[in-house]
């Protein structure tokens, strides 16, 4: 079909149903991106009354007054404060993941991987001490919190560290006989312990300078030379014999 013979079949009366789809979609595009900057200013309003007076004295009317909409607004969004808590969590990892993702493409050693995994980490809790409160702080309060965590994307955030170290056992530049996962672990507890003492700590300094002495910890440990686990080697470990009086 000619392009005079296409034109030649919108007549003129379908052209404001055209305009009407137009105006319609358009609507719907602002109504979204309006709803998603709510959602936004709760999540912030959220952190702040979470950070500055606990989870448990703070109502989910004065997050709503501080959000700036109405309590209707909020629970159409989130069904209550656990809701609300899961949310900052759960969007929090979102961004870590993503964040980490696209910066370790272009690095493929695996130590050198590690250290920009704990320096984004370090960085992004030094960044907003609110946030820092609330997920080193707050959300431990709960089991039922921690456990739904560990199952969702606190695992795939795991898996970013295990695929680092799982690399560097096939390069030759960790040992094999570890298990990748619970290195990933013991690296991750590494990273949150000196997060939380961040936050306790009445001293104000740059959390993301300690980075690298996490990844060397981790990486050299703490001997000169190579120390042998003599429980790994099925041996117990050695207890000097208590001294008798008069020796």
Not at 8 to 37: C, F, N, Q
Not at 190 to 212: G, I
Request: charged share 30%.
């Amino acid at each position: 079909m000619s392009d005079l013979a296409l034109r030649e079949t919108v007549t003129p009366a379908d052209r404001p149903t055209t305009a009407r789809a137009g105006h319609r979609l358009t609507g719907k595009i602002e109504a979204r991106r309006e709803a998603g900057g709510k959602r936004e200013a709760i999540l912030r309003a959220a952190v702040r009354a979470f950070a500055r007076h606990g989870f448990s004295n703070s109502p989910l009317a004065g997050i709503a007054r501080a959000a700036g909409v109405p309590v209707a607004t909020l629970r159409r969004s989130f069904e209550n404060k656990d809701d609300l808590l899961v949310s900052i969590f759960d969007q929090t990892l979102a961004e870590a993941i993503e964040e980490g993702r696209q910066a370790l493409e272009s690095i493929a050693d695996p130590i050198a991987r590690l250290d920009e995994i704990a320096r984004l980490h370090l960085a992004r809790v030094g960044r907003d001490r609110d946030l820092a409160i609330v997920c080193q702080v707050e959300l431990r309060q709960s089991v039922k919190f921690m456990a739904r965590f560990s199952s969702t994307r606190l695992r795939d955030y795991l898996g970013i560290i295990r695929d680092a170290i799982a690399a560097g056992q096939q390069r030759g530049v960790f040992r094999d006989g570890l298990k990748p996962t619970i290195g990933a672990k013991l690296f991750f507890g590494m990273l949150d312990q000196m997060a939380t003492n961040w936050v306790l700590s009445p001293r104000r300094y740059p959390l993301e300078a300690e980075s690298a002495l996490v990844v060397d910890l981790f990486v050299n440990g703490l001997s000169s030379r190579p120390i042998a686990a003599p429980r790994a080697a099925g041996r117990r470990p050695h207890r000097p014999s208590p001294r008798k009086p008069g020796r």
